[in-house]
Structures are given as structure tokens and as C-alpha cells.
T-cell receptor, first 118, second 111 residues
Framework: GAVVSQHPSWVICKSGTSVKIECRSLDFQATTMFWYRQFPKQSLMLMATSNEGSKATYEQGVEKDKFLINHASLTLSTLTVTSAHPEDSSFYIC??????????????FGEGSRLTVL | RKEVEQDPGPFNVPEGATVAFNCTYSNSASQSFFWYRQDCRKEPKLLMSVYSSGNEDGRFTAQLNRASQYISLLIRDSKLSDSATYLCVVTPGTGFQKLVFGTGTRLLVSP
């Protein structure tokens, strides 16, 4: 099946630094990718929808200047957590849909990136 | 009220048992419904879609009740490998742009 790869799987950084997470669709083109965040024992929460060649659409309450999303190609979207703080520590997961529209497009998830900010 | 609500569990069952999970959603305009499985510290993976007429995939049966805004997942003959968190997922409106996840129900199957 379709594969979405995410890198890095784990990252530990100091407070105030920026961290970039990559999400790649390995065997299909994804015009739209989604970025989720999951805190322990909580739901996956959609942060933003990444659109190839245009600006990302952020969900309410998500700071676009803090979570920079770039979707420069049909196979790569990146999420940069700028000036990370301990409260940003979370599990970040990207996803992409095999089909651009319709109810049958299964959503494939990357393996997730666990960010720990010290 | 949360958009998608699930009993967090955990449900502790022996191998071979039948277990059922319930999920309710608040948006009556919701269009699509899914059950995802998430293993500890892993990404979610689609278990099955949920259709209006109900559907079955091997040991797994999903049901949808639009009038009550209720979704269920039944697992028969539980296996140790079924231990995971089961996420109820809903698209809140038309199209497929956004998935809303429940917090998940944790299942522990013991020998």
C-alpha cells in the first residue's frame, strides 16, 4: 500500500531551538498533507492542512508563526517548530491521502515524530 | 461536549472473548466514519471504514446508527495481537478534508 515516511522519529532539543520534521509520500503524489499532534492519552488533533504550492491552512488556536509548514513538492511537506518550549513536547504525525477527493481516499499516516524539549 | 467521544477503557479481556466498543459523535452532518487502530507510540492505521448498512471484516464488525449518532466496533474471538487503542474517527462534514479523532479505547487481551 501507499507509504508515508516521517523523519526524524525521535528528537530531543533544548528550549529555544527550532526543529524540522519531514513528511514524505514515498510512492504517490500528495497534493494535500495533514499535520496532527497527539499529547499523552489524548486524541490526535489536527494542526494544519498542508497544500502543495500554497499556504497551509491552520486550525483554530494553532500559531502559524510557531509551526511553519512548507509543502514545496508533491512528495514532501515539512513542519518546523520554531523556538520550541517544553510545552511543545508531543507526538507529531503527518498524513496524506492517496486520492485528492472523495470518500474512498484512505488517509495514510507517517510513523510519527516524538519531540522532547528540555 | 467533545466532537467524538469514546470510553477510554482499558478493556481487559481474555483471549477468545468478544468485546464491543462504542463511540458517539456530536455533529449530525458527519459524513464518514472509521475505526483506526493505534499501537503504543505508533501511528494510527486504518482498521475499517463504517458504512450505514454495517460491515464486517473477518472478526471485526462495525455498525453505524445515524439517528443516535453512534458507532460501534465488535471484535470476536479476541487475539493477543488485538491489544491496542482503537480510535473512532469521523469526518465532520462533506468532503474528506478533516478527520476528528476520539481519544481512543484501550484494549488489553490477556492469555
Amino acid at each position: 500500500g501507499a507509504v508515508v515516511s516521517q523523519h526524524p522519529s525521535w528528537v530531543i532539543c533544548k528550549s529555544g531551538t527550532s526543529v524540522k520534521i519531514e513528511c514524505r509520500s514515498l510512492d504517490f503524489q500528495a497534493t494535500t498533507m495533514f499535520w496532527y499532534r497527539q499529547f499523552p492519552k489524548q486524541s490526535l488533533m489536527l494542526m494544519a492542512t498542508s497544500n502543495e504550492g500554497s499556504k497551509a491552512t491552520y486550525e483554530q488556536g494553532v500559531e502559524k508563526d510557531k509551526f511553519l509548514i512548507n509543502h514545496a513538492s508533491l512528495t514532501l511537506s515539512t513542519l518546523t517548530v520554531t523556538s520550541a518550549h517544553p510545552e511543545d513536547s508531543s507526538f507529531y504525525i503527518c498524513s496524506a491521502r492517496l486520492l485528492p477527493d472523495g470518500l474512498t481516499g484512505e488517509l495514510f499516516f507517517g510513523e510519527g515524530s516524538r519531540l522532547t524539549v528540555l | 461536549r467533545k466532537e467524538v467521544e469514546q470510553d477510554p477503557g482499558p478493556f481487559n479481556v481474555p483471549e477468545g472473548a468478544t468485546v464491543a466498543f462504542n463511540c458517539t459523535y456530536s455533529n449530525s452532518a458527519s459524513q464518514s466514519f472509521f475505526w483506526y487502530r493505534q499501537d503504543c507510540r505508533k501511528e494510527p492505521k486504518l482498521l475499517m471504514s463504517v458504512y450505514s448498512s454495517g460491515n464486517e471484516d473477518g472478526r471485526f464488525t462495525a455498525q453505524l446508527n445515524r439517528a443516535s449518532q453512534y458507532i460501534s466496533l465488535l471484535i470476536r474471538d479476541s487475539k493477543l495481537s488485538d491489544s491496542a487503542t482503537y480510535l473512532c474517527v469521523v469526518t465532520p462534514g462533506t468532503g474528506f478534508q478533516k478527520l476528528v479523532f476520539g481519544t481512543g479505547t484501550r484494549l488489553l487481551v490477556s492469555p
